[in-house]
């Protein structure tokens, strides 16, 4: 068994033995950390100097069928499909975004003796959801890269449904299994498409790649324009793209707390991750084709879903609109089509899935304490109360609006970079001709502002001002040491990525610069 074969398989081990009589929350613990500690010895085996291929790989065919590019040796056989892993700098990133909120999400998770429900299903559901993330980006065949995602789907259904919050939490999980379904469901007729179109031999993405690169590779311009735009809508549909993003704000306002952690941290990266290692490189003309499409729909995500979270009177609504709304900036790196602005997007996947992971934990334990996260229920003055989580709820908005130091920031900063770049490459003698790419950047960093303004104006109701009559006579606990750690954790990383980026960025630089048709 390799690293990441190991890495897959300590969270579903460690779901049976839940699921068979085995300490939730204890065994949910151990698994979690173990993780951790092998995803970082993943970067310690991964070797720099090696550049546009896949490392720590494993493969266990299933199906083999004959190599007909072999011509040399027409006995050669090529793997159809089977269970095959790897990892670049893309991946690796997203491997180590897994493993820190799968451990701050179980931290979190509450006592045994306070889940309404099977406590066991509770538990192993948070890892098979984590199991399905990390198996989607270890996978470097095209089948168990889609069933990953789809084992995570299940979980996440029944968390919602069965422990969510609120009396319309099953009507919420049926609508977000009916968006992600049609999504799913979109996103592999794309994939089959691309699969035929490229000679229908093998599903390992190292060869559809090299196919991909060939002259001529796929019949038409007109079907590269339809599979990429395929591929557009069902990975957009998982991400929240606008306007296919109504599913997401309730579903994670619904959601248990590690769920959303889980789910708005790191599976909703499954579809941004689907684009770059996927419809990018290998439709290259078909995403030059739509990018003005891409554009229109992500200042959607930015503009129109930013002002619709600054009306939001609940913050797990705010919080859930906030995320829709920030994926609009991973989608403007990626539309750049440039090395910088992808870069960019991949780490912002890292930060915004650290950030938001850390609010949806903050929002747990304001559920807990005050029963509503509505702003005028609440009220303002819980600094004075609970200076604990007034100080590491200031850290949170600080980072999510991408205050300088923390990782979002880094991340912002190289898209927009990305944005402007080909801004340069336009002069003329009659001056700078702006294009789609840099009137979306401008509109993005409207963006920042909408994003100060909702999220300063959040920490000021909750915690500035004068105490509010509804806490007087009521015992309000700040957080204890256990409840600090998790974040803690959380905020560390955003901290040390932030004011040393290049600590991830050197993983990103050969694998982003592999893609083919970027610009450098």
Request: with cysteine.
């Amino acid at each position: 068994m390799t690293l990441l074969e190991a890495i897959i398989a300590v969270p579903i081990v460690a779901a049976i033995a839940i699921a068979f009589g085995s300490p939730t929350r204890p065994t949910a613990m151990a698994a979690a950390a173990i993780n951790l500690v092998l995803i970082l010895m993943t970067f310690g085996q991964y070797d720099l100097t090696l550049e546009g291929v896949y490392q720590l790989t494993g493969s266990h065919p299933i199906i083999t069928v004959p190599d007909l590019a072999n011509v040399a040796n027409p006995g050669a056989e090529t793997t159809l499909f089977g269970l095959s892993t790897g990892v670049d700098g893309i991946s690796l990133v997203l491997l180590l975004l897994t493993g820190l909120v799968t451990l701050a999400a179980v931290w979190v998770s509450p006592a045994e003796d306070q889940i309404k429900g099977s406590k066991r299903l509770y538990y192993l559901s948070s890892l098979l959801i984590s199991a399905g993330a990390l198996g989607a980006f270890c996978s470097t065949d095209l089948f168990f890269f889609f069933a990953f995602h789809e084992l995570a789907l299940i979980p996440t259904f029944l968390m919602i449904g069965i422990f969510g919050s609120g009396p319309n939490r099953v009507r919420v999980a049926w609508k977000m299994t009916i968006y992600l379904g049609v999504g799913s469901m979109i996103l592999l007729a794309g994939l089959v498409a691309l699969f035929v179109a490229l000679g229908g031999q093998s599903l390992q993405f190292a060869d559809l790649q090299a196919w991909a690169d060939a002259p001529a590779a796929i019949a038409s311009a007109s079907l590269e324009n339809w599979i990429f735009l395929t591929l557009l809508i069902g990975f957009g549909i998982l991400v929240s793209l606008f306007p296919f993003h109504t599913w997401a704000p309730e579903a994670y306002a619904t959601a248990p707390t590690p769920t959303a952690m889980l789910h708005a941290g790191v599976l909703k990266k499954f579809g941004l991750y689907g684009l770059i290692r996927i419809a990018l490189p290998m439709l290259p003309n078909g995403a030059a084709h739509w990018q003005t499409l891409l554009l229109v729909l992500l200042v959607g995500n930015i503009l129109y879903v930013g002002y619709v979270t600054m009306a939001q009177k609940r913050f797990d609504l705010m919080l859930g609109n906030s995320s829709v709304m920030h994926m609009g900036y991973a989608f403007l790196g990626i539309a750049a089509m440039n090395t910088i602005g992808v870069q960019g997007a991949v780490l912002l996947m890292f930060a915004h899935g650290i950030s938001i992971a850390l609010l949806f934990a903050l929002n747990g334990h304001l559920r807990k304490r005050f029963g509503t996260l509505e702003f005028d229920r609440i009220g303002g003055g819980l600094g004075k109360l609970l200076p604990s989580l007034g100080l590491l709820f200031g850290f949170a908005i600080m980072a999510a609006i991408g205050l300088p130091g923390f990782a979002n920031f880094s991340a912002e900063v190289m898209i927009f970079f990305g944005g402007f770049a080909g801004l340069f490459a336009q002069q003329s003698g009659e001056g700078i001709n702006l294009g789609p790419v840099q009137i979306a950047t401008m509109c993005a960093i409207w963006g920042v502002v909408i994003s100060a303004v909702y999220g300063l104006r959040a920490y000021r109701n909750l915690f500035m001002g004068p105490l509010p009559d509804s806490t007087k006579g009521r015992e309000l606990v700040d957080l204890t040491l256990a409840e600090k750690l998790p974040l803690l954790l959380l905020i560390v990383a955003l901290l040390v990525i932030g004011f040393a980026p290049g600590l991830l960025i050197k993983y990103l630089v050969s694998s982003i610069e592999n893609i083919s048709h970027l610009a450098g």
